[in-house]
């Protein structure tokens, strides 16, 4: 085995006297102060990029959701017949159009707070509940809503009996399925004629 050499840093003067200390410190003072500066100034002139941004894209932003608002209402009436009912979306000028089913969500019953429901699942015989309570004790929602959703699962009667479902709902969505192409170089930005 070889001996790993170690590399010993650069030699620093330390200070020898108080005045050599409190200039170093004053030193140390000025680029701590010129830093923050340096931040403050960059901090400020990033804000201002971002408020000019912001302000061109309020329009584009309204527009936008104007036209998602329309092709929503117009998707609800047209979407069967640009799909044959046999898809939930299609590709229509680069985006992809139509509706999408949600994440799941858990559901409790009507009246029942959550804690409300760690409580009954616990109370059940042979610990039947036990593995829909995290030891923290709150609801395991992901864990009830596989055994509501999947119809094997013993338990699900039961569940299903307490008032326990799972929420889903279809949402309209539109995905660009590629970036649109952007010219670096725009003509009207060159006048060199």
């Known amino acids: 085995m070889s001996a790993v050499k170690r590399r ?14 409190t200039a170093m410190v004053a030193r140390y003072h000025a680029l701590q102060l010129t830093m923050a500066e340096l931040h ?8 201002r990029i971002e408020a000019e941004r912001d302000r061109y ?16 209402t117009w998707w609800a009436v047209a979407g069967e017949a640009m799909t044959d009912g ?8 680069g985006c992809r159009i139509g509706i999408r089913t949600s994440t799941p969500a858990l559901k409790l019953p009507k009246g029942l707070g959550a804690q409300a429901a760690v409580d ?9 509940g036990a593995a829909f309570v995290r030891t923290r004790e709150n609801l395991d929602k992901q864990a009830l809503i596989k ?7 013993p338990r ?23 970036p649109p192409e952007v010219d670096p170089i725009r003509e009207d930005e060159h006048d060199d004629d």
């Open 8 to 21: 010993k840093g650069a030699a620093r003067a330390a200070p020898v006297s108080l005045a050599e200390a």
């Open 40 to 47: 403050a100034d960059s901090a400020a002139s990033i804000a």
């Open 57 to 72: 894209c309020a329009p584009l932003v309204a527009e936008s959701q104007a036209c998602f608002e329309q092709l929503r």
């Open 86 to 93: 046999k898809r939930k979306s299609t590709e229509i000028a």
């Open 120 to 128: 009954w699942l616990k109370a059940l015989a042979d610990g039947i």
């Open 147 to 153: 055994a509501l959703g999947d119809g094997a699962d």
């Open 156 to 178: 699900e009667p039961s569940l299903r009996l307490r008032g326990f479902t799972v929420s889903q709902k279809e949402e309209f969505f539109i995905d660009s399925a590629r």
